[in-house]
């Protein structure tokens, strides 16, 4: 009888531990640039925003509202970087852009994006393919083999 009752609770918590979703390990600190000279990053940045980093066009930002912060996600010892556009221009419902690049011989290589907030961005406890699962806060972003899916979380 007592094994039942524990079963039948285990049954009926499943479905709720499920919803909570994957458990966040170490938050991905997203800091300000800095002033120090970051070629690499400055690179990223140019592939993706030419248009809009450091130019006159709307909606356009400098150094100051970039955010970088680096965590390992794949556990080879090299933390991937994951950058933020920190400018209320650019947020969305969902938040505000972020890119999750991995180094390559040729810089940094965009393998996600997604929107969140500088405070809300985990790793999580839920690896696929080798790569920690990422909390933004709105959304997951899963491994798939190759880039990073999102996924928005349930509300």
Not at 27 to 46: F, K
Request: a negative charge; charged letters at 30%.
């Amino acid at each position: 009888m007592r094994r039942s009752v524990l079963a039948l609770l285990l049954c009926l918590a499943a479905p709720a531990l499920a919803e909570d979703g994957p458990t966040p390990v170490g938050q991905v600190a997203l800091l300000p640039l800095g002033d120090a000279v970051r070629p690499d990053i400055e690179a990223l940045i140019q592939v993706h925003w030419k248009d809009y980093y450091r130019t006159g066009a709307e909606h356009a930002f400098d150094r100051d509202r970039i955010r970088v912060g680096r965590f390992d996600l794949n556990g080879d010892g090299r933390a991937e970087l994951l950058l933020m556009i920190d400018q209320d221009d650019w947020e969305a419902d969902l938040g505000r852009p972020l890119v999750v690049a991995d180094w390559s011989v040729k810089g940094w290589k965009a393998v996600g994006w997604s929107w969140g907030d500088d405070e809300t961005v985990f790793a999580t406890d839920e690896i696929v393919g080798g790569w920690r699962t990422i909390d933004t806060g709105t959304q997951y972003l899963r491994w798939d083999g190759r880039i990073y899916q999102r996924v928005d979380k349930p509300h």
